[in-house]
């Protein structure tokens, strides 16, 4: 799963035209131009933001013609599942351990 480090991914959509990116790929696969015409950025700009999110394995490219058509990664979204889900685990354990200890009596 070197592919699809933590660091990478999280970093990747640390930016917020990168979020609005994935956002629209999970909506359905779209090439640089259809991304272009709803993002408030240049082409140039989201393709540089598609590379970040390809690199971090986040997206897939395939060919079409003349254009590029980008489809989010079923495989990274997994790995970004499992460890929300392992936070939201810790998160709950945290919270049961604080609410199930007795009561401390003030002096």
């Given at each position: 799963m070197d592919t699809y480090r933590s660091t990478n991914v999280w970093d990747a959509l640390g930016d917020p035209t990168r979020r609005a990116i994935v956002e629209r790929l999970a909506e359905r696969p779209r090439a640089v131009g259809e991304l272009a015409a709803e993002l408030p950025v240049s082409r140039p700009a989201v393709s540089q933001h598609l590379k970040v999110l390809k690199n971090a394995g986040l997206v897939a490219e395939q060919p079409?013609?003349?254009?590029?058509?980008?489809?989010?990664?079923?495989?990274?979204?997994?790995?970004?599942?499992?460890?929300?889900?392992?936070?939201?685990?810790?998160?709950?354990?945290?919270?049961?351990?604080?609410?199930?200890?007795?009561?401390?009596?003030?002096?």
């Open positions: 079409a013609g003349t254009r590029r058509i980008y489809r989010l990664n079923p495989a990274a979204l997994s790995v970004l599942r499992d460890q929300l889900d392992a936070f939201w685990a810790r998160a709950l354990t945290g919270y049961t351990d604080v609410v199930e200890q007795p009561e401390q009596e003030t002096p």
